[in-house]
Nanobody, 128 residues
Framework: QVQLVESGGGSVQDGGSLKLSCAIS????????LAWFRQAPGKEREFVAA????????YYRDSVKGRFTISRDNAENTVYLQMNGLKPEDTALYYC?????????????????????WGQGTQVTVSS
């Protein structure tokens, strides 16, 4: 059984930084895309960032480009999200996710339904 456990969330001021981590167990993820999604109260879960199996390709939603960086360590079965320049609109529950199938395409990597294993989420709150 695959388990994903996020950590690193917290409360910061506008412009602050946080680094999220997601430890994955139960499967070697070296062939799978990994991603971060987020969900704010009353809103749907949305794509934030994804990294392919080799770390060669990374994708971000427009609103976080230049501020967030996704990375992974296949040896440690871990994915990270470095978040700088945080804004109040970044406030949400952040989830990490692992792709359903190996070697996903660009479109698949940015599609919520293409991820089959999810963590429980870590809260990020940014105050103005």
């Amino acid at each position: 059984q695959v388990q994903l456990v996020e950590s690193g969330g917290g409360s910061v001021q506008d412009g602050g930084s946080l680094k999220l981590s997601c430890a994955i167990s139960g499967r070697a993820v070296s062939r799978y895309a990994l991603a971060w999604f987020r969900q704010a109260p009353g809103k749907e879960r949305e794509f934030v960032a994804a990294v392919n199996y080799s770390s060669r390709n990374k994708y971000y939603r427009d609103s976080v480009k230049g501020r967030f960086t996704i990375s992974r360590d296949n040896a440690e079965n871990t994915v990270y999200l470095q978040m700088n320049g945080l804004k109040p609109e970044d406030t949400a529950l952040y989830y990490c996710a692992c792709g359903r199938t190996p070697f996903m395409s660009t479109i698949q990597m940015q599609t919520r339904n293409e991820y089959g294993d999810w963590g429980q989420g870590t809260q990020v709150t940014v105050s103005s």
